[in-house]
Structures are given as C-alpha cells and as structure tokens.
C-alpha cells in the first residue's frame, strides 16, 4: 500500500523547542508517539545527530512505510520503531529499558491524511469502503465503525455522535441508523452517508462541510479510544521526562486540547516540579496554513519537567530570609 509523504504540522516549532540547549549534549533521547509518516521522528534525528529516537505507531501501513524509510535514510541503529499503541508506551520503556528519561516527546494526535486518503480504511466518505476505521487494522479485537453501527443500542449512538462529533441532530441520525438496521445492516461508507444526509434539513445539506463530517469524527475517535489512551498516558510520559525535558502535543479538536489542558494544569500543581512552555497554545503560522490548509485547527501545547517550582508567592524569599534569622 502506498504511503505518501506527509506534511508535519507545526514541525519547525516542535523540533526547536525539543532540542534547544542540547546541541552539546550527547546522552539526548527522544521519543514520538505517533510516528505516521516518520516527520517529526526524521527530523528529531536529524537535529540532533547523536540523539536516539523513540518511536511507536499502531497503523500497520505507516510501520511497514517506517521501517524502510528508517533503512534507507541511514537512521538504523538511532530511530527505534515499535508497533503498539502509545498507550504502554511508559510501561514498555519501564520495563525495557528501565533508566531510559527523555530530553523531548512529541505527541501529533489523530489519524494521518494517509487514513483520509486510503479510501479503503472507511476513515472518508469520499470513498466506498466497508465501515472500518481502526488505526490498528490488523487487531480484530478492536471493533470496527461498522461493529459499533449495528450494534450499538440507538441512545449509545446517539451519545457518541453529540460527545465525540457535536452533531446536533445525533437523536435523529441514532434513530434512523436503528430504524435501518432493521432491514439490513449499514456496512458502507456511503451507506452511512447517504443516511445521514438524509436526515439533515434540506437547507443545511450542501453546506460548507458535508453533513456526515461530525459523526464520521465522532465514529473514528469511539473506534480508536482515543480519547481514553490519551488521558492514561500524558501522565505517564510526564514521568518519562529528564530535568529540562519537554512533551509536546498537538491537538486537532477541542475535545482533546481541553484533556491536554487539564492534565498539564494538574500536573503544574502536583508533588513533581513541572512547568506550562506556552499559557497559550501555539497555532500553524500563515505561511503553513497555506501550505497545509488541513493543519487549520492543530494547537500546539508544550509542559516542562524543571528543577525546582518557581514560587507563586512574590515574597516568599523574604520569609525565607527570616526563617534563617
Ligand atoms: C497525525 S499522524 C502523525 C504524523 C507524524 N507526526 C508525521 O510527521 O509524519 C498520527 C499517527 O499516529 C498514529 N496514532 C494515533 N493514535 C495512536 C495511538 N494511540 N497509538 C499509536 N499510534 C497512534 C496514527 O496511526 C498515525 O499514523
């Protein structure tokens, strides 16, 4: 299967903050959670020449891909390419390598333009494909969007849809899913598409996006848990981190920001001294929104594990300087 190159959203950005103040260094680990194409993880190495990368996807095409491009850009021996999901990621370096700590992690959620792309996946309803959507296609524990369709009682559906998706008129599309599958079961893309449309007023139906959109975004994000994996493992890449090492994510929807957000939030008032890079999360420049129209909605927000916790407290040296009298 063809796997096309891929534009790394925010890529400049992340690859600076991770490596700044390590040029000299020589013991640099990374690590990069969704390795998809392999940009951020090329580019990591290529930063940095002595570093070891780290670098885990679940997609058995952007493995296969990784694997040969690792080859045949020389980075053999430096970038690490495992296939699981990122969610043992902390469990597998702590029993694998058990003193490995980590000067940067990259995390670049979601699906690859390759899954839109690969009309066989189910991911896009530009396609005519079986209802598929696992990122690990090899898994046939994983259930499929089509699994969840037929299967899943109406008000489930109808959750998934407004929780995931925001789709307003999830109560209507759960009812004529249940209704449908009555008669036959709704295997296809284009099967789902159709019946969705149809259940849009006739004004909304050929606006700017395409009414399946919402639910689509809501079926991928149920089939892939991804926003529970996301929630397990930020703490425990958290404690993957050296003195001065930095974790990176990019979101691509408010769902998964506000989690980023709220964990690096606690983590900042926790025992371990972290520290927020950004208050405000970083967004593609101008120039990359025209390069790359798809990273519109990427936010960028970056937690360091520092020595010691600025104090909140203005004039907590003072009374310190008491305390010594
Ligand atoms: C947006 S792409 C990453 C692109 C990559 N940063 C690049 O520059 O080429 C996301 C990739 O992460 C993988 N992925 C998403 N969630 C994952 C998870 N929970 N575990 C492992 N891989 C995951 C997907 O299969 C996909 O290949």
């Known amino acids: 299967m063809s796997y096309k190159e891929h534009y790394s959203v925010l890529n400049k950005e992340v690859i600076k903050i991770l490596t700044e103040k390590r040029e000299?260094?020589?013991?640099?680990?990374?690590?990069?959670?969704?390795?998809?194409?392999?940009?951020?993880?090329?580019a990591l190495a290529d930063a940095h020449k002595k570093s070891q990368v780290y670098s885990v996807d679940q997609d058995p095409d952007a493995l296969k891909n990784g694997f040969k491009n690792i080859e045949e850009y020389g980075f053999n021996g430096r970038v690490h390419l495992n296939d699981m999901n990122f969610e043992s990621f902390p469990e597998f370096i702590s029993t694998n390598h058990s003193s490995l700590l980590f000067d940067g992690i990259v995390a670049d959620l979601g699906v690859s333009s390759h899954h839109f792309d690969e009309g066989e996946r189910g991911f896009s309803?530009?396609?005519?494909?079986?209802?598929?959507?696992?990122?690990?296609?090899?898994?046939d524990t994983v259930q499929t969007a089509a699994d969840i369709i037929n299967n899943y009682p109406e008000a489930e559906l109808a959750d998934i849809f407004f929780k995931y998706g925001e789709e307003k008129l999830s109560r209507r599309i759960a009812k004529r899913i249940a209704e449908q599958r009555e008669i036959a079961p709704i295997e296809t893309t284009k099967q789902l598409e159709n019946l969705i449309f149809g259940c849009y007023p006739k004004k909304l139906q050929h606006g700017r996006i395409n009414p399946s959109t919402k639910c689509f975004q809501a079926?991928?994000?149920?089939v892939n848990e991804e926003l529970d994996v996301l929630e397990k493992v930020i703490p425990g890449l958290l404690s993957l981190l050296k003195e001065n090492g930095r974790l990176a994510v990019i979101t691509f929807h408010s769902l998964e920001d506000r989690i980023v957000k709220n964990l690096f939030k606690d983590a900042v008032q926790g025992d371990v001294p972290y520290e927020l890079y950004n208050k405000k999360p970083i967004v593609p420049s101008h120039a990359e929104l025209e390069q790359n129209p798809r990273s519109r909605s990427a936010k960028l927000r970056i937690i360091e594990r520092v020595n010691e916790k600025k104090s909140k407290n203005k004039y907590a040296q003072f009374s310190k300087i008491g305390e010594n009298r």
């Open 24 to 42: 000299d260094q020589t013991d640099v680990n990374f690590a990069d959670m969704t390795f998809g194409a392999g940009g951020h993880t090329f």
């Open 125 to 139: 309803f530009r396609f005519d494909a079986p209802l598929d959507m696992r990122m690990d296609s090899d898994n």
């Open 219 to 222: 079926l991928r994000i149920k």
